[in-house]
């Protein structure tokens, strides 16, 4: 079954993946013409597009213990869940930008003022760089430094989930377990990390 698995992610071509992506945003956006986004469409569409922008971040830490624990194999797809990732988050940003705030100074003096937006743009300037070397060229001309550059996703990851917890105006259960869920993946990740130099 795991072999099935594994050689159906390898040859899945990624391009209608990238497309697929685009399909989520524009239901939002019918549905807020429409009415289905409530009475604070801009927001339910911002805090949609965040929610989800994480949830890649997650499946992407997901990947290597995923591999480790069960053989199933997502690591071809890897490029394309960060890439998926960075885009809904960048369009998170865009819609509170352009939709929610509007004014410039405002902008600058929330993120100055608010923590959770301090972390959150600090998350996004981090995913920069890793989107930007995500492809081909940049593993071969940055070489090892590749693989130390998008170590970053250590602090991405759970940046973006404490930017989710802090956002919530009351008490709730489901952003305390994203953030429990980051953490147990992220010493998940580094016990495998471990292990790997240890053998080496």
């Not at 509170?96 to 410039?104: E, H």
């Not at 008490?171 to 292990?195: D, M």
Request: charged content about 15%; overall charge positive.
């Amino acid at each position: 079954m795991k072999d099935r698995f594994n050689a159906f992610v390898r040859k899945l071509p990624k391009w209608p993946l990238y497309i697929a992506a685009l399909l989520y945003p524009c239901w939002l956006l019918w549905l807020a013409f429409n009415g289905g986004l409530g009475v604070d469409p801009t927001k339910a569409m911002e805090h949609a597009l965040g929610k989800v922008g994480l949830q890649f971040l997650v499946l992407g830490l997901l990947v290597s213990p995923l591999r480790k624990h069960t053989g199933l194999s997502l690591m071809p797809l890897r490029r394309v869940i960060g890439l998926v990732a960075f885009f809904y988050i960048s369009l998170h940003l865009l819609v509170w930008l352009l939709l929610d705030v509007q004014i410039l100074s405002q902008i600058w003096a929330d993120i100055l003022k608010r923590p959770y937006i301090t972390i959150g743009m600090a998350g996004l300037v981090l995913m920069l760089p890793l989107a930007i070397t995500s492809n081909n060229w940049s593993v071969r001309r940055l070489g090892p430094r590749w693989r130390k550059l998008h170590r970053l996703t250590y602090i991405v990851v759970p940046l973006g989930g404490v930017h989710y917890l802090m956002q919530a105006k009351s008490f709730q259960y489901e952003p305390w377990l994203y953030l429990i869920g980051i953490v147990a993946l992220l010493v998940l990740r580094l016990r495998l990390r471990h292990r790997r130099v240890s053998v080496g």
